[in-house]
């Protein structure tokens, strides 16, 4: 059984990634926040009592599923609202600050500014890869889950992620050449 002290770490190593993931898929800060703070607490609340090795596989799984219902709220949402004119959706073109994750890197201006474009590439691209594409290549390239974790957080199999990993890394690969990076 995972401590209290253990729950805490790793809700505290997890929740930066997971906000992102979460930002990257709903493209709203605010919905992702609350996202992950639901998925937090469920974790904690009903599973809290696992051992520690077993919580990233579940949180995973807990903010797959709660991302997938902020889907769902949001699509009948829209449709119950979508002919009054009163109710906009939010804003899904608000950037996300990639440069946190660089945190205190000593780099010169050059680099700085050379490091933000690529990174405002990257992530461009990575927002528009399609769902589950983005899904498996955060949960693998991201979080480092390997093939078997990443299949079990996505409910599919490992044959399912390798395909969404390779088409994503593919299609990176190909809309970044496009735009002059890696030639």
């Known amino acids: 059984m995972a401590t209290e002290h253990e729950l805490d770490a790793f809700l505290r190593s997890v929740q930066q990634r997971a906000f992102k993931r979460t930002a990257y898929a709903v493209r709203d800060d605010d919905a992702a926040l609350d996202i992950v703070q639901d998925a937090m607490i469920r974790l904690a609340d009903r599973y809290g009592d696992r051992p520690a090795g077993e919580l990233p596989a579940i949180f995973q799984r807990i903010l797959s599923n709660a ?62 890869l399609p769902a589950r594409q983005r899904e498996a290549f955060l949960l693998r390239y991201w979080e480092e889950f390997d093939v078997a974790e990443t299949a079990a957080a996505m409910g599919c199999s490992e044959g399912s992620v390798k395909t969404h990993c390779s088409r994503a890394v593919h299609a990176l690969a190909r809309a970044l050449r496009e735009r002059g990076v890696g030639r």
């Open 67 to 128: 991302t997938m219902d902020w889907f769902r709220h949001r699509k009948v949402h829209q449709g119950v609202f979508r002919n009054l004119s009163d109710f906009e959706g939010p804003d899904a073109d608000d950037p996300l600050d990639l440069m946190e994750i660089l945190g205190g890197l000593d780099l010169g201006a050059d680099d700085e500014v050379q490091r933000r474009q690529l990174l405002a590439m990257i992530e461009d691209e990575v927002a528009a």
